[in-house]
T-cell receptor
Framework: AQTVTQSQPEMSVQEAETVTLSCTYD???????LFWYKQPPSRQMILVIR??????QNATENRFSVNFQKAAKSFSLKISDSQLGDAAMYFC????????????FGTGTSLTVIP | DAGVIQSPRHEVTEMGQEVTLRCKPI?????LFWYRQTMMRGLELLIY????????DSGMPEDRFSAKMPNASFSTLKIQPSEPRDSAVYFC????????????FGPGTRLTVL
């Protein structure tokens, strides 16, 4: 079974600084997708960034980037120039590429941004 | 598109009552998911549909929970009878089977069972 582990229940970062959120996953598949979702206090789940496992290049979306280490099954999220609006719960998710659209979510990391 | 629509946004009911949560997926999406989120258990997948057909309901906690998708634009999650431990935020999400396969989430329904 696929499992996604986020080992940091809580993280904090100073405004304008950089923070990295960790995620590891367990799979025997070679092709899959990985996602980071953000859940602010409004509780709306918002996609932050996605990565296809077959792509070696790390995905980037403005201030958000990932460090994808396929061999290590690691998928960390880096937030640069942190802003107050980045404060939220962040969930890592895994999806197999060939069967269904089922996602496997981690337990989340609560990020606090200190002004 | 208006995104995934869920109703009601908040529901407060008494133990033993029937509760029905509703979801309208994004038009054209062929997958629909129901999740439950609690502090203790995090985000749990309850059931998902493909082309209105339930594919995996192994996450449904017990027989008190049921879900239907009578057509491509509507799904319900019913709890009968409700219990205090069912209190949670229930999310509906939809996605396409092709492309990025991103799941788009609704705003959630916060259920409180007294």
């Amino acid at each position: 079974a696929q499992t996604v582990t986020q080992s940091q229940p809580e993280m904090s970062v100073q405004e304008a600084e950089t923070v990295t959120l960790s995620c590891t996953y367990d799979t025997s598949e070679s092709d899959y997708y990985l996602f980071w979702y953000k859940q602010p206090p409004s509780r709306q789940m918002i996609l932050v960034i996605r990565q296809e496992a077959y792509k070696q290049q790390n995905a980037t979306e403005n201030r958000f980037s990932v460090n994808f280490q396929k061999a290590a099954k690691s998928f960390s999220l880096k937030i640069s120039d942190s802003q107050l609006g980045d404060a939220a719960m962040y969930f890592c998710a895994y999806r197999r590429s060939n069967t269904g659209n089922q996602f496997y979510f981690g337990t989340g990391t609560s990020l606090t941004v200190i002004p | 598109d208006a995104g995934v629509i869920q109703s009601p946004r908040h529901e407060v009911t008494e133990m033993g009552q029937e509760v029905t949560l509703r979801c309208k997926p994004i038009s054209g999406h062929d997958y629909l998911f129901w999740y439950r989120q609690t502090m203790m258990r995090g985000l749990e997948l309850l059931i998902y549909f493909n082309n209105n057909v339930p594919i995996d309901d192994s996450g449904m906690p017990e027989d008190r929970f049921s879900a239907k998708m009578p057509n491509a634009s509507f799904s319900t999650l019913k709890i009968q009878p409700s219990e205090p431990r069912d209190s949670a935020v229930y999310f509906c999400a939809s996605s396409l089977s092709s492309g990025s396969n991103e799941q788009f989430f609704g705003p959630g329904t916060r259920l409180t069972v007294l």
